[in-house]
């Protein structure tokens, strides 16, 4: 019999349509159902799984090289606007209402373009819980290296970690694992899953995701992308395989997946997944939290706020005010 607070959660390890907004909406649907069919109750998929991550970047980073506007404009054009929280028939209503009908939580990385500033681009997060509602957008700090020439700066408007069906689940991007003060802002805010969204997951990405489970002592969801050459555009593929390099200059996989969940003491629930596409499955039991609190709670008797204080200013800025008097 299950506990309360038993819950089974899934990652998507299926490769999207590259810079094909509605097919890649329609596939995400497709894997709700799948999921919610095995009976998850929160559904993860990877950092900008909507719909590309634009690996190109890492080939093609010198100034005014037309490729790379030519190929940020595809994804501008291709990536959705959110609405604010009450707008049930935004960019995102294919997912609001997938997540409606199945009664899951989603999370889903994402491009999001900007609704202030159209023509910027945001690595984001969205939260949506079972009855469509959009409950957190993070956009991502600080994009790392090269991917500074398609995404702007996040905000910590979305530093949040929010009350879902499933628990107080809250996220962060690739290499934001490695901001102790972006770690430390959702440790402190009782999280009890963290979604890891990764495009890949070398060894390297699933140390951090395992430290992080152990240091927040929570649950991991560590998602990372499946993506085979023949799911890239022909004529994207050359830049595609140059900025992800190594193996993927001559193999057919780009992304081989990885993803897996992880315990709160840093052991894997779920191993990861290697070299094929899937849906990853795991049932966690919260109350392994409680027990591993006891030698280690980093926002509370290993804290010490007599010594150290943490500010957040989640004030968002659109860099115009308007006064007419």
Same mark, same amino acid.
């Given at each position: &019999?299950?506990?309360?607070r038993?819950?089974t959660v899934?990652i998507v390890?299926?490769?999207a349509a590259?810079?094909d907004?509605?097919?890649s909406?329609r596939?995400a649907?497709e894997?709700?159902r799948e999921a919610?069919?095995?009976e998850?109750?929160? +559904?993860?998929?990877?950092?900008t799984w909507?719909s590309?991550?634009p690996?190109?970047?890492?080939? &093609?980073a010198?100034? %005014?090289d037309?490729q ?9 054009a291709?990536?959705? +606007?959110?609405?604010p929280?009450?707008d049930m028939? #935004?960019d995102l209503?294919v997912?609001?209402?997938a997540?409606?009908?199945n009664?899951v939580t989603v999370?889903?990385?994402m ?5 202030h500033?159209g ?6 997060l969205?939260?949506? *819980?079972?009855? *469509?509602a959009? @409950? ?5 700090l600080t994009?790392t290296?090269t991917?500074?020439?398609v995404w702007?700066?996040?905000?910590a408007?979305?530093l949040r +970690?929010v009350d879902t069906?499933? *628990? ?12 102790p003060?972006a770690?430390?802002?959702?440790h ?12 890949d &997951? ?5 140390i951090?995701?395992r ?7 929570c649950?991991? @969801? ?6 085979a050459?023949?799911?890239v555009?022909?004529?994207l ?5 140059r900025?992800?390099?190594?193996h993927?200059?001559?193999e %057919? ?10 315990a ?8 990861? /997944?290697f %070299? ?5 499955m795991a049932?966690? #039991?919260?109350?392994?939290? #409680?027990?591993?609190h006891h %030698? /280690?709670?980093?926002a509370?008797?290993?804290l010490r706020? #007599?010594?150290?204080? /943490?500010?957040i ?5 659109t860099?115009?005010? /308007?006064?007419?008097v």
């Amino acid at each position: &019999m299950t506990s309360k607070r038993e819950k089974t959660v899934a990652i998507v390890q299926m490769p999207a349509a590259l810079l094909d907004r509605a097919e890649s909406m329609r596939r995400a649907a497709e894997h709700i159902r799948e999921a919610a069919r095995k009976e998850a109750q929160l +559904v993860v998929f990877p950092e900008t799984w909507l719909s590309c991550y634009p690996a190109w970047v890492f080939g &093609m980073a010198g100034w %005014d090289d037309a490729q790379a506007k030519s190929w940020y404009a595809k994804l501008l054009a291709d990536s959705p +606007v959110i609405g604010p929280p009450e707008d049930m028939d #935004d960019d995102l209503a294919v997912l609001r209402e997938a997540a409606r009908v199945n009664a899951v939580t989603v999370v889903m990385g994402m491009n999001e373009r900007s609704r202030h500033h159209g023509g910027s681009l945001y690595n984001s997060l969205v939260t949506i *819980g079972p009855d *469509g509602a959009l @409950l957190n957008v993070h956009r991502k700090l600080t994009p790392t290296h090269t991917e500074r020439t398609v995404w702007a700066s996040g905000d910590a408007a979305g530093l949040r +970690v929010v009350d879902t069906a499933v *628990g107080r689940v809250g996220g962060l991007v690739c290499w934001e694992h490695w901001h102790p003060l972006a770690r430390q802002a959702l440790h402190a805010q009782d999280e009890q899953i963290h979604v890891a969204a990764w495009p890949d &997951m070398p060894e390297m990405h699933h140390i951090a995701a395992r430290s992080y489970a152990f240091e927040g002592r929570c649950f991991v @969801l560590c998602a990372g992308q499946y993506l085979a050459a023949a799911d890239v555009p022909a004529e994207l593929l050359a830049a595609y395989r140059r900025g992800v390099g190594g193996h993927a200059l001559e193999e %057919d996989l780009l992304f081989n997946g990885g993803s897996g969940v992880i315990a709160p003491d840093g052991s894997w629930v779920t191993a990861p /997944l290697f %070299d094929e596409p899937g849906i990853v499955m795991a049932t966690i #039991d919260l109350t392994q939290i #409680d027990a591993q609190h006891h %030698d /280690l709670d980093v926002a509370g008797h290993y804290l010490r706020p #007599d010594v150290f204080e /943490l500010s957040i200013d989640r004030r968002v800025r659109t860099g115009l005010t /308007l006064r007419d008097v």
